[in-house]
C-alpha cells in the first residue's frame, strides 16, 4: 500500500471523515453487504462472539491484575492465522508492557467484510485493513500505519511458472487466473485494474465473472499452490512477499528493489521459478483503524503506545517474513492510490 508523508493529530489518532477523492457510492453491490452480513450472521468469526476467543483462535495476554475489557484485534488469517499471529505478537506485547492494565486478544475473521461487521457491531476493537476503513471512512479512526521489515509500501505482482510462456498480461486472454479474496487490495484490485488496463474485458470481476479469462478467488497460499500444482491455473495475482522468492532478481523493475521489504538475499532462492508477469505501483501498507464510537478506559493510552513504536522497539520474531518494525503516522489520505482502483474498477465499497 504507497506511504509517503503522513500527518495525523498529535493525539495519535485522526478522526477521518471521507478520502480526498469519495469513493464510488452509487449502486451497492449485494456481494458486499448481503453477504457480509450473512457472516456475520453466521458466527463466521473465529472466536468473536462476545466472550473471550478460544485458545486456537487467539492469543490472550494480560499486563496487570487490574481489570478492564479486553481489547480484541481482528485479522483475516492471511496464508495461515499462526503466521499471522507470530507477525502481530510483538506488536500486542508491546502494548501490554506499555499500557497497564492492557489485556488483548487476537482473533480471525474470515473475509475482509467479517472483519468490519465485528468492529461496527462491537465483537472487535482493532484492525488491520484499508478497506475496512475505506468502506466507512466516517466510522474508523488511524491509529497508525503498520511498517514491514522497514518499508511503509508494499507491491501487488502477477506471476506465472516459464513453461507456460506467457510474457505479458495480454497473454492470459482465455485462460484461468488465480487471486487472493475477492476485496485483496494486493492479491485481487490491482491486479484485475492491470488486467483491465491491458485491454482486457474483466466483465464484473472482482464481483463477479470476467469475460476474456476466468478468474478464482480464495487467498494469497491458494493461489500460489494452484498455479504450481495444477495445470489449469496459469497465473496469479498476489501480494509481492508470496512470490518474490520464487522470481530472479532481474526481472523486478528497481522500484521493488529499492522500496520493498520483501527484497533480500533469497529473492529468486525457492523453487519452482516463477516468472514475472506484472508490478504495481506502491502501495501503502494497512492501516491500523479503531471505530470512532469505541469507548475503552484504555483507549488514550493505547493509541499513545501505538505511535511510540518506532524502529527497532518491538521484537523481531522468528521466522516471520513480513515482521511489523514501525508503526507510523497516517490518515486515510494516504489512501488514495487505493482509492483510485476502487473507482476505476467501479466498486461500491457499501457498508460492511
Known sequence: MSEDDHSMQESGTDEVSTPVQAVNGVNRRKYLRNGALAVAASVGLAGCSGGSADSE??????????????????????????????????????????????????????????????????????????????????????????????????????????????????D?????????????????????KAMKDAGLDIGEAPYGDPVDYTGEWSNHDAAK????????????????????DHIPKDQFPDRVKEQSGEWGDSVGTKSPEMKLIE????????????????EHPLRSDIEEAITSINEGSLRNPDDVDAAITAINEGSVDDYQPVVDVINELNIDMGDL
Open 57 to 170: 483462535n487467539s492469543g490472550t495476554t494480560t499486563g496487570s491484575t487490574e481489570s478492564y475489557p479486553p481489547v480484541k484485534f481482528i485479522e483475516t488469517p492471511g496464508n495461515t492465522p499462526a503466521d499471522t499471529r507470530k507477525q502481530w505478537e510483538p506488536f500486542t506485547e508491546y502494548l501490554i508492557d506499555n499500557v497497564d492494565g492492557l489485556e488483548m486478544e487476537i482473533s480471525f475473521a474470515q473475509s475482509y467484510s467479517a472483519v468490519g461487521q465485528a468492529l461496527l457491531n462491537g465483537q472487535g476493537h482493532i484492525t488491520s485493513g484499508d478497506l475496512v476503513l475505506l468502506a466507512n471512512p466516517d466510522q474508523f479512526d488511524v491509529l497508525g500505519i503498520k511498517v514491514e521489515n522497514g518499508s511503509d509500501v508494499y507491491f501487488s505482482l502477477m506471476g506465472t511458472l516459464p513453461k507456460y510462456d506467457i510474457d505479458e498480461i495480454t
Open 172 to 192: 492470459l486472454k482465455g485462460k484461468t487466473v488465480a487471486f487472493a479474496d475477492r476485496l485483496s487490495t494486493s492479491g485481487s484490485l490491482f491486479a484485475t
Open 225 to 244: 499452490q494452484s498455479v504450481i500444482n495444477r495445470e489449469d491455473v496459469v497465473a496469479l495475482g498476489t501480494y509481492a512477499g508470496n512470490i518474490i
Open 279 to 294: 508490478t504495481s505501483a506502491p502501495i501503502p501498507k494497512s492501516p491500523l483503524i479503531a471505530p470512532s464510537d469505541w
